[in-house]
């Protein structure tokens, strides 16, 4: 978000930027920075009450403790100050502070659902992104819905926590998310209300979750549940935040024909990859010794095959389509958890042929991670951008620079970086190396296509360089936080 803010901040003086966009940018950055801060002190008081009754960790916790009040003291004044600035009536300054503070307890309570839920899925810093990116993304969800619903009342004023402009894709990927973050819920209802009704209508025959038909019964009414969550309730809401003026499943297949020639061509080239790459690779995990490192950077070349040319020719089209296909993975997940005939053991059987010490039996996040690392940046570039580079921070990083680095420290690393880690110099400087000539590659196709480039070479290289170090010593899920970063230093 910083890295956003100061990138308009530099184009501005040349470029059309409207202060609702600069204002809900910089709201954002306070709302990520307020569940941070959130998190810090829950952690804080939680160190302090676990160490209470142990003397030898008392007085390291009174002073965590101590630290994490005085920053969000600070916090709070310097939050005060900027909202200040920026604001002519202190109602206003209260709602926004308010709205902070409700940002920060529910990433809270988010992080600790997922800690507890999946205790062996994610580490700390990896529950603190995925908490605080679905706060930030739903509650803007929230302020959208509630500026176009109550148009007359002082919640307009929680204008200042949308993106801007909202374009039609990108309410279509939030109504999905919505609708599929919901459905558990939904299906849990439908689910029970079902076997009332049944076990109301025939008494004598007990219905029970393991009956001989409750397998096929819940299945249907997932695949029921599912149906109406995305034909009906979704496009709803989508209707009431959006002009739609068609139904959103019409408009979206409007959009996929507008260009036919171009988008068709690219879903027939993305069928064709997927099914060549899945039926190779998995039948290459049962019946060779590779180990599931290499065969998993395998599919980090997929994602560059993929994404790339669609990137560089239908560059809106790839948001709809990343967005496209992380709805189908959450499906593709709910069947394989809860075991939804008949996909649910064949999927069951797929995934765990490319699973890892980060995956466990309830969640599977790999393949999550990739897909986002690769839209991330993409979708964090939409509006305006000075740098043509930063859409392709998960492509470059991911598809290349971490695939080239596992590939060669595998094969040929002799010297690495830590007695107890397995990552070594010499895959660090092939992934480094990798991605600059990428770079040089890409950066005069980009400008063969109209781009005007203002991406210096020095900095670009800080930047790669950066990004190659932290991936040979980050602990934490690379597909995630390697993308960010290197979005966020180009964007500089």
């Known amino acids: 978000m910083l890295s956003r803010l100061i990138q308009l901040s530099r184009v501005l003086p040349e470029n059309d930027v409207t202060s609702e966009e600069v204002e809900g940018l910089n709201m954002q950055y306070w709302i990520a920075s307020a569940s941070c801060f959130g998190v810090l002190i829950f952690f804080c008081l939680a160190l302090y009450c676990s160490a209470k009754n142990t003397g030898s960790f008392q007085l390291r916790s009174s002073e965590a403790l101590k630290y994490g009040l005085l920053q969000t003291v600070l916090y709070v004044a310097v939050c005060s100050l900027s909202l200040t600035t920026k604001s002519d009536s202190g109602s206003l300054i209260l709602i926004k502070l308010l709205w902070l503070i409700c940002h920060a307890l529910a990433t809270v309570v988010l992080i600790q659902h997922i800690l507890l839920t999946f205790p062996s899925c994610a580490s700390l810093g990896e529950a603190l992104l995925v908490s605080s990116g679905l706060v930030l993304y739903f509650s803007d969800m929230l302020a959208h819905t509630l500026t176009k619903t109550f148009m007359f009342v002082t919640?307009?004023?929680?204008?200042?926590?949308?993106?801007?402009?909202?374009?039609?894709?990108?309410?279509?990927?939030?109504?999905?998310?919505?609708?599929?973050?919901?459905?558990?819920?939904f299906y849990k209802i439908v689910l029970r209300g079902w076997f009332h009704l049944k076990k109301l209508r025939k008494p004598e025959a007990s219905i029970a979750n393991g009956g001989p038909h409750s397998a096929v019964e819940s299945s249907i009414i997932f695949y029921a549940s599912l149906s109406v969550m995305l034909t009906i309730l979704i496009p709803i809401w989508m209707c009431v935040v959006q002009d739609f003026y068609v139904h959103p499943i019409k408009w979206v297949l409007t959009f996929v024909f507008?260009?036919?020639?171009?988008?068709?061509?690219?879903?027939?080239?993305?069928?064709?990859?997927?099914?060549?790459?899945?039926?190779?690779?998995?039948?290459?995990?049962?019946?060779?010794?590779?180990?599931?490192?290499?065969?998993?950077?395998?599919?980090?070349?997929?994602?560059?095959?993929?994404?790339?040319?669609?990137?560089?020719?239908?560059?809106?089209?790839?948001?709809?389509?990343?967005?496209?296909?992380?709805?189908?993975?959450?499906?593709?997940?709910?069947?394989?958890?809860w075991k939804i005939w008949p996909l649910g053991d064949i999927v069951h059987q797929f995934m765990n042929a490319f699973t890892d010490h980060r995956d466990s039996e309830i969640l599977i996040v790999s393949h999550f991670s990739l897909l986002l690392g690769c839209a991330l940046p993409k979708w964090m570039s939409s509006g305006l951008n000075d740098r043509p580079l930063a859409p392709f921070a998960g492509i470059l990083s991911l598809g290349i620079g971490d695939t080239m680095a596992s590939v060669v420290g595998h094969k040929y690393g002799v010297l690495r970086w830590s007695k107890t880690g397995k990552k070594t110099i010499e895959g660090t400087a092939a992934g480094i190396t990798s991605v600059l000539a990428a770079c040089s590659i890409l950066l005069p196709l980009l400008a063969s296509t109209g781009y005007v480039l203002s991406q210096h070479w020095l900095s670009l290289l800080m930047a790669v360089t950066v990004s190659g170090l932290l991936e040979a010593y980050t602990a934490q899920l690379d597909n995630a936080f390697i993308p960010l970063v290197f979005y966020s230093l180009l964007c500089l």
Not at 301 to 326: K, Y
Request: hydrophobic fraction near 55%; charge should be positive; proline fraction near 4%.
């Open 258 to 337: 507008t260009d036919p020639l171009k988008r068709l061509a690219l879903c027939l080239y993305w069928i064709c990859v997927i099914c060549a790459s899945v039926l190779r690779f998995y039948n290459i995990s049962k019946h060779s010794k590779i180990e599931r490192i290499l065969l998993r950077k395998y599919y980090h070349l997929v994602a560059v095959l993929m994404f790339l040319p669609a990137l560089l020719f239908q560059p809106t089209f790839l948001d709809l389509a990343f967005g496209a296909a992380f709805a189908v993975f959450l499906i593709l997940e709910m069947i394989r958890v």
């Open 155 to 185: 919640l307009r004023t929680l204008k200042f926590v949308g993106y801007g402009t909202h374009s039609e894709i990108a309410t279509v990927i939030q109504g999905v998310m919505l609708g599929l973050f919901l459905l558990p819920a």
